[in-house]
T-cell receptor, first 116, second 110 residues
Framework: KAGVTQTPRYLIKTRGQQVTLSCSPI?????VSWYQQTPGQGLQFLFE???????NKGNFPGRFSGRQFSNSRSEMNVSTLELGDSALYLC???????????????FGQGTRLTVV | KQEVTQIPAALSVPEGENLVLNCSFT??????LQWFRQDPGKGLTSLLL?????REQTSGRLNASLDKSSGRSTLYIAASQPGDSATYLC?????????FGQGTTLQVKP
């Protein structure tokens, strides 16, 4: 069974640009969550999608957005990039999401975004 | 607001030693607790998932316990090996998200 796939693995962008990251969950999983990991703040929750609907959102500015497609694949978009957006962005896949028991989360390898 | 703390932040032990990593959380209303391993620059690998109704889970040399009433979880690693060197993260399952601790970076010396 294939794991969670994130593309691309590495990105270098300039301040002010926008970027789109992609996540393909494990087959049969309907919940996709996104996290930002930085040395200073650790892992912080961005948002969660379930059956194409955003169910939960973390405390990030509106420049961070996402969507989920009918095949459960998800994309995350960051507009007007800032230096502080440099981070490892991780996607997690689970069958039902955190509101149902026995929902183990599986993570992808992440996308390393560097903003210069 | 749920807060998750992991102590110690870093740990160095000789190979073969048994060790315990600690995780504490402030709100006992959790769905589950999950332990992860992260190698440098990589994603997270799930180690163990404990449901809120469970007390412990075991996988190979790993054993994780959960005490919701005291807001604590421990990850016990038996007979540590250099390959166990990594950062270990605990995360509590909240409504629709995981809340992570800052992690414990473990170094096992040959």
């Amino acid at each position: 069974k294939a794991g969670v796939t994130q593309t691309p693995r590495y990105l270098i962008k300039t301040r002010g640009q926008q970027v789109t990251l992609s996540c393909s969950p494990i087959s049969g999983h309907r919940s996709v969550s996104w996290y930002q990991q930085t040395p200073g703040q650790g892992l912080q929750f961005l948002f969660e999608y379930f059956s194409e609907t955003q169910r939960n959102k973390g405390n990030f500015p509106g420049r961070f957005s996402g969507r989920q497609f009918s095949n459960s694949r998800s994309e995350m978009n960051v507009s007007t990039l800032e230096l502080g957006d440099s981070a490892l962005y991780l996607c997690a896949s689970s069958q039902f999401g955190g509101q149902v028991g026995n929902t183990e989360a599986f993570f992808g390898q992440g996308t390393r975004l560097t903003v210069v | 607001k749920q807060e998750v703390t992991q102590i110690p932040a870093a740990l160095s032990v000789p190979e073969g030693e048994n060790l315990v990593l600690n995780c504490s959380f402030t709100d006992s209303a959790i769905y589950n607790l999950q332990w992860f391993r992260q190698d440098p620059g990589k994603g997270l690998t799930s180690l163990l998932l404990i449901q809120s109704s469970q007390r412990e889970q075991t996988s190979g040399r790993l054993n994780a316990s959960l005490d919701k009433s005291s807001g604590r979880s421990t990850l016990y690693i038996a007979a540590s090996q250099p390959g166990d060197s990594a950062t270990y993260l605990c995360a509590v399952g909240d409504t629709g998200k995981l809340i992570f601790g800052q992690g414990t970076t473990l170094q096992v010396k040959p």
